[in-house]
């Protein structure tokens, strides 16, 4: 089935551990995107990649990274976890007139 | 301050009733979208707006370009409508801003 998927849906992680969020779409979507979304708060955007070889920071980018790989991946990446990061994160693509698909969502824990 | 407010942030309602939320935004959008969150926690979106009204079965979304203003409408409430609702707006710069959500219950 066309859509988004990431991997993993779980992970817990240590103090100062790093780790990759995956996510690859099948759409030919050109803008791909990562949001975090805690209680209360809403999605918040970490990193955006209007185009494939462009990313640019969005409302909550500290302590973390990105990389478009291609058109179809977009891998976030926590260098140094802190339990601030404890939170769903949540890959999504659209293009501007056809609609926006989000992925399933990692749950993060950081201990 | 919250470029995207939604209201409410908690609903809920009977079984058959009409449902309304609202949504409103403070910057020029050329889209808004209506996302459902269904406990568990996967999003999908429901509509995307960029002026008048859609309408897919049961739902029917509203956009008020002047007013900055958007509603979903759910007719004939069913439990299975039970979710978070969410309305995202993107800019012309393709910055995308989100509401908080509106916990929908509907009881049987």
């Known amino acids: 089935n066309a859509g988004v998927t990431q991997t993993p849906k779980f992970q817990v992680l240590k103090t100062g551990q790093s780790m990759t969020l995956q996510c690859a779409q099948d759409?030919?979507?050109?803008?791909m995107y990562w949001y975090r979304q805690d209680p209360g708060m809403g999605l918040r955007l970490i990193y955006y990649s209007a185009s494939e070889g462009t990313t640019d920071k969005g409302e909550v980018p500290n302590g973390y990274n990105v990389s478009r790989l291609n058109k179809r991946e977009f891998s976030l990446r926590l260098e140094s976890a802190a339990p601030s990061q404890t939170s769903v994160y949540f890959c999504?693509?659209?293009?501007?007139?056809?609609?926006?698909?989000f992925g399933s969502g990692t749950r993060l824990t950081v201990v | 301050k919250n470029e995207v407010e939604q209201s409410p942030q908690n609903l809920t309602a009977q079984e058959g009733e009409f449902i309304t939320i609202n949504c409103s935004y403070s910057?020029?959008?050329?889209?808004l979208h209506w996302l459902q969150q269904h406990p568990g926690g996967g999003i999908v979106s429901l509509f995307m707006?960029?002026?008048g009204k859609k309408k897919h079965g049961r739902l029917i979304a509203t956009i008020n370009i002047q007013e900055k203003h958007s509603s979903l409408h759910i007719t004939a409430s069913h439990p299975r409508d039970s979710a978070v609702y969410i309305c995202?707006?993107?800019?012309?710069?393709?910055?995308?801003?989100f509401g908080t959500g509106t916990s929908l219950t509907v009881i049987p």
């Open positions: 995202a707006v993107l800019t012309f710069n393709n910055q995308f801003y």
């Open positions: 707006l960029s002026s």
């Open positions: 999504a693509s659209s293009e501007r007139w056809y609609g926006y698909t």
């Open positions: 759409m030919n979507h050109n803008s």
């Open positions: 910057v020029g959008i050329s889209a």
